[in-house]
């Protein structure tokens, strides 16, 4: 959709019902692509880092009774953002026009002259029982299915008038939103003539790895629920096809794990990916941001000699993109690192490298910092200087190794981190719930702990930590915590493959 007079777009995209994977190609390449997402509580993290790195992401907030931002202000905002010329994603939990008040959106769109296109998406009214194992529709047991908002009843409000009719309808009945009035739903049902022994299932976090389900009958259904004690969000079915069992039988060997990470965007992206695909589920709750020094003096420096240097040691992919976009930022092209041999401390590090059209010469078997200084003191002797463009709280092993070796070295900050938390009044429910804490560096525990409270502490003693490396694994004992797992190698499969062993073991 071309912009008008300077005006931006607003999509609005169906998330679907809440595994992230099941959101449209669509969908996905309109997050790949925007200035600002509008999200709210049934977003995921996932979801979320698929926008760019510098896209604004603004948190609206709605879930069940507790709305931080109302309707007409969401409307408000998006219009706003539109005149301010961004690309803006309203993300959406299922698909926008199915109970998701989009319709109120696009009219503020609309009488502001707000150029919008609406991206559909996989509702959960379909998803969650099909998750659950039951079809909407089956041959010769329900030719059609029903769908209703069960949560606009306010207490002591009677059902609305055509809801008898509705409930003589013969195909399967389904309420989304609806847990807070099982009981009046139940009651009207049998009121209006459906039969006690009708069946009947709640569904709590359909298609996501804590999906739960029960089932029963519209005279058992109640007790069945609270019984689980089953949450939001949550469906109901109704009807015939709510007896039947298609659950899929497969079951990935992490599934049921929660995984709380810590680490840059892009680390978190690659890790929960990796995750997820085995079933677990993840949840960011801390984000490093990183202040590149790139275009300060001392680097600056460094980039005018780069001659004088025989060696760059990389010791995260982080390292790597800063410094290439810093020596692109000075005037520089690849060509200076002509006669310059590239360390890398791991694969992932490697990898950043080949991106930007380089092959690491030399990479550790084993991916620690310990295995990298090794290496290089038997590759470098007191006629070569290297590089080590790092951030700030780099391990000093490397240095004590190289000085040790009176190999010549210039140490410098590439680049600072600091933690970007997300809703961080939730941090001690979520650890509290979590089976797994993951840390990625040194750095990104020294900024998880700072300021850390009481509570937090104590929430944090429920989980196992897991460290990508040795190094991190001191930086957390330094901390004040010993980690219950090191990744044997330093990258996204090393952690993986850490909590995939401890869950078999457990």
């Known amino acids: ?60 907030g709605k879930r069940a009774g507790r709305h931080s931002m109302k309707q007409e202000e969401i409307s408000r905002l998006l219009v706003e953002l539109g005149r301010k010329g961004k690309r803006v994603v309203r993300l959406k939990g299922g698909d926008p026009f199915v109970f998701g008040r989009g319709g109120e959106e696009i009219l503020a769109l609309q009488e502001a ?11 959960s009214a379909v998803a969650a029982p099909a998750s659950a194992g039951i079809p909407v529709t089956h041959r010769a047991v329900s030719r059609s299915f029903h769908v209703m908002t069960g949560h606009t009843l306010k207490e002591g409000e009677t059902l609305p008038p055509d809801f008898p009719e509705f409930a003589k309808l013969s195909g399967t009945l389904i309420f989304l939103m609806g847990l807070g009035n099982l009981h009046p739903i139940v009651e009207g049902l049998l009121k209006a ?37 089953i949450g939001s969000p949550a469906i109901i079915v109704v009807g015939e096809t709510a007896a039947l069992e298609m659950k899929s039988s497969f079951r990935p060997p992490l599934a049921g794990v929660r995984v709380c990470m810590t680490g840059t965007a892009s680390f978190m992206d690659r890790l929960g990916r990796s995750l ?23 680097m600056q420096e460094a980039y005018g000699r780069l001659e004088s240097y025989t060696w760059a040691v990389f010791t995260s992919a982080n390292a790597v993109r800063l410094f290439f976009e810093g020596l692109l930022a ?31 010469d030399y990479v550790p078997e084993r991916y620690q910092v310990e295995d990298l200084a090794a290496g290089l003191a038997e590759l470098a002797g007191h006629e070569d200087r290297l590089l080590i463009p790092r951030s700030s709280g780099g391990s000093p092993v490397l240095n004590e190794v190289l000085a040790a ?18 809703e961080r009044e939730h941090l001690a429910e979520w650890l509290a719930s979590a089976d797994y804490l993951t ?19 104590k929430a944090l003693d429920q989980v196992r930590v897991v460290c990508i490396g040795a190094v991190t694994a001191r930086a957390l004992e330094k901390a004040g915590r010993r980690a219950d797992l090191v990744a044997d190698s330093f990258d996204v499969p090393g952690m993986t493959a850490a909590i995939l062993k401890d869950v078999e073991k457990r």
């Open 193 to 229: 003539g459906k039969t006690a022994d009708t069946p009947a299932a709640v569904i709590e976090s359909g298609t996501l790895p804590q999906e739960r389900c029960v089932r029963g009958t519209l005279g058992t259904i109640e007790e069945r629920a609270r019984e689980a004690a």
């Open 113 to 123: 002259g707000i150029p919008f296109e609406v991206t559909p998406g996989v509702t």
């Open 1 to 60: 959709m071309e912009r008008n007079d300077g005006l931006g777009v607003v999509f609005l995209v169906g998330a679907g019902p809440g595994d992230p994977e099941l959101i449209t190609a669509r969908g996905m390449c309109r997050l790949n692509s925007c200035d600002a997402v509008v999200y709210d509580s049934l977003a995921s993290d996932r979801l979320l880092a698929l926008a760019p790195e510098n896209a604004e992401r603004i948190y609206v």
């Open 276 to 298: 997820a695909g085995l079933g677990a589920e993840t949840e960011e709750v801390s984000r490093l941001g990183l202040v590149s020094h790139a275009g300060e003096a001392e």
């Open 330 to 360: 000075s005037g520089k092209d690849f060509r200076s690192l002509g006669g310059l041999k590239l360390a890398a401390v791991g694969r992932g590090t490697a990898e950043e490298l080949l991106k930007c059209g380089f092959r690491a």
């Open 439 to 457: 840390f990625a560096s040194g750095s990104g525990v020294k900024a998880f702990f700072d300021g850390l409270s009481d509570g937090e502490r």
């Open 405 to 422: 070796r009176k190999i010549p070295y210039d140490d410098i900050c590439l680049y600072d981190v600091s933690a970007e938390w997300r």
